[in-house]
């Protein structure tokens, strides 16, 4: 049956692309907000699923890509075994292939890795219609990484991926949560000096006046860095990291624009009017603001950042950061080779890609 699914898939892919007709790719459609919306007909993964092969001594699990994320999650907990960039959910729906192809990661990012980080191979169909495999299916075979790891933030724009090979991490022994007040400008400050440390960290975020640092190890080590670090320790804070994961907390609530700041992580706090959640140790912050999107840009380049428009802005407005010529040029080459009809999700990140 998941062979019929392949093969439906890449018959409606080479048809559009023989007819030059665009097709919009999804899964578990929970992820639809990031990006330009898609004209065209809708290929649904959802039901290319299941997992192909895990080998949990080897730390590596493939699996197709319409997999419910909480079902590779829970497998890989039965051998207390997780995905090292934390994949936002954002509902129940999601699936191994949203994830990696929106690329986004959770808190514990600048400490295991990003998704491109965990991706040892995967399975796609071009827009040509072609069945194509890059990389491998263990840590070591290291052939097409490259291509691979492209896959990873791509929205679909380059190919639509059939299955993934991902690499996965022991889940720590003890996890705690600290919380210490202080202002923002000290909690950057404060995360950049602690990240130069041997200290057992992975998460670290800021909100409302109080910094919130996840330390995960042996419990020894947890306990001796909670001693360096002081202040509170939050025995219960599991939900607190879900919720940012997922964008559950109140912050996200708001009404406003929803930008995603990506910056040098030391850098100061930016003059840009909003309510800030600072997370990834300062290399990720999150603004609800009404300012123009020219402004915040400008800002946010200033310091050598891009800015994206994650949700509640203006129709108009480009989602992602403007890319330079050059950037530019690579990426309509890159779309070319794959996609050479340009059917694949059009418009979804750039136009014209």
């Known amino acids: 049956m998941q062979r019929d699914l392949t093969d439906s898939m890449r018959e409606r892919i080479a048809s559009a692309s023989a007819g030059k007709t665009p097709v919009s790719i999804c899964g578990g459609n929970s992820k639809n907000f990031y990006g330009h919306p898609c004209e065209g007909e809708t290929i649904d993964v959802s039901q290319h699923s299941g997992v192909l092969e895990y080998e949990p001594s080897e730390l590596v699990i493939h699996a197709r890509a319409g997999t419910a994320l909480a079902d590779i999650e829970n497998l890989l907990s039965q051998h207390r075994q997780m995905l090292a960039f934390e994949p936002p959910h954002f509902s129940s729906t999601g699936t191994l ?30 827009g040509r219609g072609d069945s194509l495999n890059f990389g491998g299916r263990v840590m070591k075979n290291v052939a097409g990484y490259d291509v691979s790891r492209l896959m990873a933030g791509a929205l679909g724009t380059l190919g639509l ?7 996965v991490l022991p889940k720590p022994a003890s996890e705690y949560t600290l919380r210490q007040a202080c202002p923002q400008q000290d909690a950057i400050l404060r995360f950049a000096q602690w990240m130069a440390k041997p200290l057992p960290l992975s998460a670290a975020c800021w909100f409302d006046g109080h910094l919130y640092l996840r330390l995960s190890g042996t419990e020894t080590a947890v306990r001796q860095a909670q001693h360096q670090l002081g202040d509170t320790l939050m025995e219960q804070a599991s939900g607190w990291w879900t919720a940012i994961r997922d964008q559950q907390h109140g912050f996200f609530q708001r009404q406003a624009a929803l930008w995603r700041l990506s910056v040098p992580p030391a850098t100061p706090p930016l003059a840009i009017s909003g309510e800030w959640l600072i997370d990834w140790a300062g290399g990720q912050r999150w603004l609800s603001s009404d300012e123009s999107a020219a402004s915040i840009r400008r800002m946010t380049a200033s310091v050598g950042g891009h800015a994206t428009l994650f949700r509640n802005g203006d129709p108009s407005t480009d989602i992602f950061h403007p890319l330079p010529a050059p950037l530019f040029k690579l990426h309509r080459r890159l779309k070319q080779a794959l996609d050479p009809n340009g059917i694949l999700n059009p418009g979804r990140m750039y136009k014209g890609l």
């Open 97 to 126: 292939g949203g994830a990696v192809a929106s690329g986004l990661a959770g808190p514990g990012r600048p400490f295991a890795g990003s998704v491109r980080d965990s991706v040892l191979g995967v399975g796609l169909i071009n």
């Open 161 to 167: 991926l059939t299955d993934v090979s991902l690499k």
